[in-house]
């Protein structure tokens, strides 16, 4: 089971946050006095976030038996520990705006990403799968977002911001956080680490990267701060950078919603994936309507990643991905790009516990983990922890796809082979 999610503005703000950063946590009543107090808040000097490049491989089949490999670099950054709680705080106000607001709109429905819904991805994208099975004949349109968070134009966002919470413009205090957001300044990780002859072990072992001084004097000074100068762009991983994106969408969210359910389609959209299933229509109206309504938010569409699936009897001619799930009309899979992934993270993971620490008391480290990898990489997941296989399982489970059960059969020889190669 996961963690119940805070219900009150406060207990967003006081959550734990287990990494290391520029300060320490926040005790509970200084928590309360800052985020609490408008003035503090509008006060408050924030630290640079700390940016980690997370390196994720990308695989695409272009024949048989032929997969072309890509590396996508996405750049994590982590709020300092009281910038986080105060993003917490003005982020469970403004979802409580953007949920009454979504409701006078009827898009309770049509957005579902980073919201409190009670379904996983699964769930949605099988809701969207039987929806094309009582709709033939019918098109599925699967649009694509190009740098979606690092395209949300400022003065945009401001005025949405505004909008949302029945202002012409925004609070001293919420200005602070916009402009915190906007403005952003970052360190990369690395470079902080060398610049204070620190390993990346004993990053698990202090409570802050540095103090005061040496952050004026190594990481200011030294200028590894790197600030965000254009007029577009805010940082993904923040505690308030999902609610904003979503509010930013308020206007073509409600403009898709009226043009496709117009035409007795279903629109769907989770963060920068859009999702139009109309009935057998002509589809280049609404392509361009996503494309223009996109612009108008100075969004850019990603033409080449752009699918469209024709649903008529048997299988579609072109398959559907979506949410990590591939359905060509007659079974759901997974998307090959996900298995190769995992097959990818189960080398390394074999290969990291190799060439760490060979024996310990004359037994091979490998020999003594080979608990540990069953449970990252077969089916043998304890029952409150995670794995692919977890999901996995609930994915076969909830769409019925034999396909599903099917897929990953040659793991166990694979996992098998490389731990006693």
Known sequence: MGKEPPKSALEAARLTRGY???????????????VSDPVAVTRHAFYPFIRHDVVRNKFKRIGPGQVKRSKKIRDIRYAAHADAAIYAYYNFTLMEHYEQRL????????????????????DFAQEA???????????ALGFDVKDFFGSLDHRLLRSQWADLIDTTSLPDDHYAVFKSLTRHASVELIAARKALNLSRSILKRIDRICGPVEFRTVIRDGGLIETNRRACGIPQGSPISAALSNIYMIPFDTKLKAAVEGLGGLYRRYCDDILVIVPDTDVVPIYQLVKAELAALKLDMQDAKTVKSHFEAGKADVPLPYLGLTYDGAQVSLRASGIARFYVKMRRGVAQLRHAKR???????????????????????????????????????????????????????????????
């Open 359 to 421: 024996k310990d008391g004359g037994v091979a480290l490998i020999v003594q983990r080979r608990r540990r990898l069953l449970n990252r990489y077969s089916e043998h997941t304890p029952r409150d922890g995670r794995s692919y296989f977890k999901y996995v399982k609930m994915a076969a489970r909830k769409t019925n796809s034999t396909a599903i059960k099917h897929q990953l059969r040659a793991h166990r020889r694979r996992l098998k082979s490389l731990i006693e190669d």
């Open 103 to 122: 409701k006078a709109l009827g898009l309770q429905a049509n957005v579902i990403a980073f919201r409190a819904l009670g379904k996983s991805n699964v």
């Open 129 to 139: 799968f039987e929806w094309i099975d009582t709709h033939r004949p019918c098109f």
């Open 20 to 34: 290391v950063h520029f300060d320490t946590p926040l005790s509970h009543n200084d928590c309360k006095l800052l």
